[in-house]
């Protein structure tokens, strides 16, 4: 005779269901949307429709001028050759798709600045501005010459800037959808200098009342937080400040950009010390982490303010010195950074190329036997795998491949298919092999 078993269900306490649903609400987990591997900041007043393309283009002859050949890229930036690769072979691919990448795509986000990068200038001059670069956009999503992401910096809503700011916003965005019927997807406003809740409060319902009088479907004005100040890394009583300006953006904030030199400047650090590398930056972009860690919140670093410019050794100086601040921020976990000049473009793409290309070969075997073993832990090498670092190649495999660093051939050696990595979740992978099997 069949002896059976009785099934016994545990009944959670109904704060622990509460208190079970709200963290689910708070950390949804990494967005599923593509994250840039770059914002490009430029002066409200200079924007046109096809600065993008032209910024590419000047990115190209930076390349062509100071490391026009494989061999002088590798020499420029002191290439580390990955385990198993061929000196030669791997700093012509490196090369290939740098200018490939340039070529096809060579800004992913733009950022129309109305703060540091535009000046002081007259209310007429701003709104004139603000209108102008409105139609600008619109006729650049016209004509397909837009980058994928794309938005506007406003100044901050200081007592002296609120008014001026609020209004450039307006007057842009209002011009904006009159021109285009919409906004352009991947469309952010970029919020600088935050120094207390309620200027995030006063920016969200700015927001919505701009899309409620243009008509504009509810949440599609997104936001973007800079860290740029101590009080957005602790508030006046000492709490971490980013979930709290977070949650007053009510859903709208897609991203938190690390604002390097007027937070150094506000630690009362002197120019000559002012630099990604410094602790200061260190301590701020680890709160911001492990503030907003699972909320879906994309994290971006700031920018490299030596210019690459001059004669070649001169760019190729200020080339290195932006490579490392990519792959520092890289190893720390942002993915993503400023850049104020197309030549910075080169630097940029080669140190985020190089740093996927570099772990292409143990991810890829990695992932490939964790694949196969169907989620039960496993020991690849030295090194121990669960289902969380399951995840967390495949995300590595989701970056390379969105950004152009990897190849959809070099990611199908994971036994993996562009559709499947595409789902996004290794958990949902699983689950399907497994209804197949």
Known sequence: MKKTTKKTTLRLSPALQKANAAYSKAYPGESDARQPVHTVYGGAQLFKHDTAPKLGA??????????PTPIALAEAFGLRVPDGRE????????????????????????????????????????DGHAQSAAREVAKGLKQGTLPPFIGLRIKSLSSELAGRSLRTLDLFVTTLVGE???????????????????QVVAIEQRLTTLERRLRLKPGVLKLELMVETPQSI?????????????????????????????????????AAQQ???HPACDFAKHMMQATLAGTGVMLSDGATAVMPVGDRAAVQRAWRRHFDDVRASLRQGFYQGWDLHPAQLPSRYTAVFSFFLEGLAPASARLRN????????????????????????????????????????????TGLTLDEIRTRSFVAILKGRRGRA
Do not use: W
């Open 275 to 277: 630099a990604m590398s």
């Open 234 to 270: 602790f508030d006046t009583e000492g709490r971490a400040a980013l979930p709290a300006l977070v949650a007053a953006a009510k859903g709208r904030c897609t991203g938190a950009h690390f604002g390097t030199y007027d937070y150094t400047a506000s630690l009362s650090i002197t």
């Open 87 to 126: 000196p030669a072979e791997y700093a012509a691919t490196l090369h290939a798709r740098v200018r490939s990448k340039l070529e096809r795509e060579a800004v992913e986000d733009f950022r129309i600045d109305f703060e540091d990068g535009y000046g002081q200038r007259s209310d007429a001059d701003e």
């Open 180 to 198: 285009a019927k919409g906004v352009p997807p991947g469309f952010v406003v970029t919020l600088p200098k935050i120094t207390n809740r309620e």
């Open 370 to 413: 964790f694949i196969d073993k169907a989620a039960q832990a496993t020991l690849v090498g030295d090194v121990f795998d669960d289902a969380a670092t399951g995840q967390g190649l495949l995300n590595y495999f989701l970056r390379g491949v969105g950004c152009g660093a990897i190849t959809p051939e070099e990611a199908s050696a």
């Open 58 to 67: 000047r990115a190209l002859q930076a390349l062509d001028e100071n490391a």
